[in-house]
């Protein structure tokens, strides 16, 4: 039996972290002519408070939200759209979702 240790686990968090930067950053073209510069983000937690807390703490004016279909069951208690919510009824800014 293998244990999973702390160190393991912030390993695990930083390659998570490092994967979702590279991911959110190809979102964004680099031809696009863009006002204000993009400032990517990756957190742990719980999705609706992180969302809100980071947008808190760096003053935004806007969250957008992507949003996609869960293809198992299983996955019907993190439903997307329970966190779009969320974060819509409990935040300051204007909140937009997305749906691909």
Same mark, same amino acid.
């Given at each position: 039996?293998?244990?999973?240790? $702390? ?13 979702? *930067?590279?991911?959110? &950053?190809? /979102?964004? @073209? ?6 204000? $510069? ?13 969302? *809100?807390?980071?947008? &808190?703490? /760096?003053? @935004? ?40």
């Amino acid at each position: 039996m293998q244990f999973t240790t $702390a160190s393991d686990v912030m390993q695990m968090q930083e390659k998570g972290r490092a994967n979702s *930067l590279r991911r959110l &950053k190809e /979102l964004v @073209s680099q031809n696009a002519k863009l006002a204000v $510069a993009p400032e990517f983000v990756v957190e742990f937690g719980t999705p609706a408070e992180k969302i *809100l807390q980071v947008a &808190k703490t /760096l003053k @935004s004016d806007a969250i957008i939200l992507g949003l996609h279909r869960k293809t198992r069951i299983g996955a019907a208690s993190h439903m997307p759209w329970a966190t779009a919510y969320e974060a819509a009824c409990d935040a300051w800014c204007s909140v937009l979702t997305v749906r691909n």
